[in-house]
C-alpha cells in the first residue's frame, strides 16, 4: 500500500541532510574485547562514521535504495574517511563539500557500561556539520531525489540552520517529499524557545516526521503543550504529514496516518551492548518497507527489528544489516517467541 506518493522517475530514492561525525567505540572484535567499564579505563577503540543521517543514509543503502548526502566535512584525513566510506557503500558525495576555515568533524567516544547502561562524550566545537551554507543547496540536485530528509540537528546553529531551511523550501517547490527525523541533541542548542521555533518550522513543511515522545513535546512547546501522541499527530497531519511516527523507546512506537488509523510495534527482545544506534536502524528499516509499498505495521515491524539488531552491535554503521539478515532475524526471533512478538 501507497501510504505517501513519489516520483519514481527520479534517481535517487533519498537526499539526506545533516550530522556527520566519527565515532569511537570500545573495541570489540575477535582481536580485542573492551568489556563493559567506564570511558577512563578504555584502551583501545575502533573507528566508524556516526552521526545518525549518515547512518541511515548507510542503512537505506543496504537495502538497495539509492541515497545521496548534502553535508560539510572537515579538510583533512577525518573528512576523508568519511567522503570514502560513502563512496564504497554506493552513496553520493556530490553534494559533500570541505570546510574551509579549519572546522572538524565532531569526534564522539562511546562509554558502554552495560546491557542497559551507555553514553557518549561528544566534542562539537567549531563543528563542521553546522557549517553547510545556503549556497551549498542546489535545487537542481533536489530535484533528483523523490525524498529528502532532514536531520533537526542541522537546525541548532547558523549557517547551517538557513542552509536546511533553504533545502526545504525548495523540496516542497519542486515536489520532493520532505522527511524530519526531529534528532534531538542538546549540543549546540542555545535555549528551549529556539528549539521550538526552528524545529516546528520544520515539521510544519514535512510529509513524514519522526521522533520521540520527548522530540515531539520539544517540538510542540510554543504550540500546544502537553499533547497526546494521538493530539500531536493530528496537529502535524493538518499542516502537511502523511505518516507521523512517535517513538517510546522500550515501550515501542505507533505511527498514526491522515486517514486516522494507528499502528504500534515493540521491540525485538535480544541482549543489548549498547543503549544507542537503535533509532538508525529503525529509521532505515522503516523507510525502506515505505518505499516497497508495504503495509505500514510491516514497516514498523522491520525498522523494530533493525533497531533491535543494532544495539546488540559495537558500532551503529559497519554492522546495519542488509534486507535478507533482517527478514532472517525476524524469522528466527518469532520462531523463539511467537509470531506477535512485538506486535501489538
Known amino acids: 500500500m501507497r501510504y505517501i506518493e513519489l516520483d519514481e522517475t527520479r534517481p535517487l530514492d533519498l537526499v539526506l541532510l545533516g550530522r556527520v561525525a566519527i565515532d569511537f567505540n570500545p573495541a570489540y572484535n575477535e582481536q580485542v574485547k ?14 566508524f562514521v556516526g552521526g545518525s543521517p549518515a547512518n541511515i543514509a548507510v542503512g537505506v543503502t543496504r537495502h538497495g535504495l539509492r541515497a545521496g548526502f548534502i553535508a560539510k566535512v572537515s579538510d583533512d584525513q577525518f573528512g576523508e574517511f ?3 566510506y560513502f563512496k564504497e557503500q554506493g552513496i553520493d558525495t556530490s553534494s559533500i563539500s570541505k570546510c574551509t576555515n579549519g572546522e572538524k568533524l565532531g569526534l564522539t567516544f562511546t562509554e558502554m ?33 523523490k525524498a529528502l530528509l532532514v536531520s533537526g ?3 541548532a546553529e547558523s549557517p547551517s540552520r538557513e542552509a536546511a531551511l533553504k533545502a526545504i523550501m525548495l523540496a516542497r517547490k519542486c ?27 520544520a515539521a510544519k513543511e514535512a510529509d513524514i516526521i519522526m521522533g520521540s515522545r520527548e522530540e515531539f513535546d520539544l ?17 502535524w497531519q493538518g499542516c502537511n504529514a502523511k505518516i507521523v511516527v512517535i517513538k517510546h523507546g522500550m515501550a515501542g512506537s505507533t505511527a498514526y496516518t491522515r486517514d486516522g488509523q494507528s499502528f504500534s510495534i515493540k521491540p525485538f527482545p535480544v541482549e543489548a551492548r549498547k543503549g544507542f544506534g537503535g533509532g538508525d536502524g529503525y529509521g532505515s528499516g ?21 533497531a ?13 544489516p542488509g534486507p535478507d539478515e533482517v527478514h532472517a532475524f525476524i524469522k528466527e526471533e518469532k520462531e523463539k517467541f511467537g509470531e506477535m512478538v512485538a506486535r501489538v
Open 82 to 84: 568519511v567522503v570514502d
Open 113 to 145: 557500561l552495560s546491557p542497559k547502561e551507555s553514553s557518549i562524550l561528544m566534542y562539537r566545537n567549531c563543528i563542521a556539520d553546522l557549517q553547510l551554507h545556503v549556497d551549498d543547496i542546489h535545487e537542481e540536485y533536489l530535484r533528483t531525489a
Open 153 to 155: 540537528t542541522s537546525l
Open 308 to 320: 533491535s539488531m543494532m544495539v546488540r552491535s559495537n558500532n551503529c554503521s559497519d554492522s546495519l
Open 34 to 47: 573492551e568489556e563493559f567499564k567506564p570511558l577512563k579505563e578504555v584502551r583501545m577503540f575502533e573507528k
Open 219 to 235: 517540538t510542540e512547546r510554543l504550540i500546544r503543550p502537553g499533547m497526546t501522541d494521538a493530539e500531536s499527530a493530528a496537529y
Open 175 to 201: 515536489g520532493t517529499r520532505i522527511i524530519f527525523d526531529i534528532d534531538y541533541r542538546a549540543y549546540n542548542w542555545k535555549n528551549a524557545d529556539e528549539i521550538a521555533i526552528y524545529y516546528s518550522t
Open 286 to 306: 522503516f523507510l525502506y518497507g515505505l518505499y516497497q509499498g508495504w503495509e505500514l505495521i510491516d514497516c514498523l515491524e522491520f525498522g523494530s527489528a533493525e
